[in-house]
């Protein structure tokens, strides 16, 4: 049974950075794309990137480009989100998913993957 395992968050002033990271276990690590999608209070959930089973493929969402990077290290199961120049709207629970995936192809609809871990808080403060 696959599992997935979120780590990182917190809280942290507008302006700062976080780094969450997210490992797998139970199954192939490389035979997944991985995400992360967020929730707020009162919100639906909310893709926030994702990246193919090799690095080569990522896709943001526009609320997030250019401060957050995803990376991923198959060797450790692990994929992480570096998340710079936070905002308070980006306060939410993160969630890390897996997608069983057999080509470089990746999905932004959240209700496409097929596990989730239990979700880390980030809080941002203004």
């Known amino acids: 049974q696959v599992q997935l395992v979120e780590s990182g968050g917190g809280v942290v002033q507008a302006g700062g950075s976080l780094r969450l990271s997210c490992a797998l276990s139970?199954?192939?690590?490389?035979?997944?794309?991985m995400g992360w999608v967020r929730q707020a209070p009162g919100k639906e959930r909310e893709f926030v990137v994702v990246i193919s089973w090799d690095g080569g493929v990522k896709n943001y969402a526009d609320s997030v480009k250019g401060r957050f990077t995803i990376s991923r290290d198959n060797a450790k199961n692990t994929v992480y989100l570096q998340m710079n120049s936070l905002k308070p709207e980006d306060t939410a629970v993160y969630y890390c998913?897996?997608?069983?995936?057999?080509?470089?192809?990746?999905?932004?609809?959240?209700?496409?993957?097929?596990?989730w871990g239990q979700g880390t808080q980030v809080t941002v403060s203004s």
């Open positions: 139970g199954g192939t690590f490389s035979s997944y794309a």
């Open positions: 998913a897996a997608n069983f995936r057999t080509s470089g192809a990746v999905t932004t609809t959240p209700s496409s993957y097929d596990y």
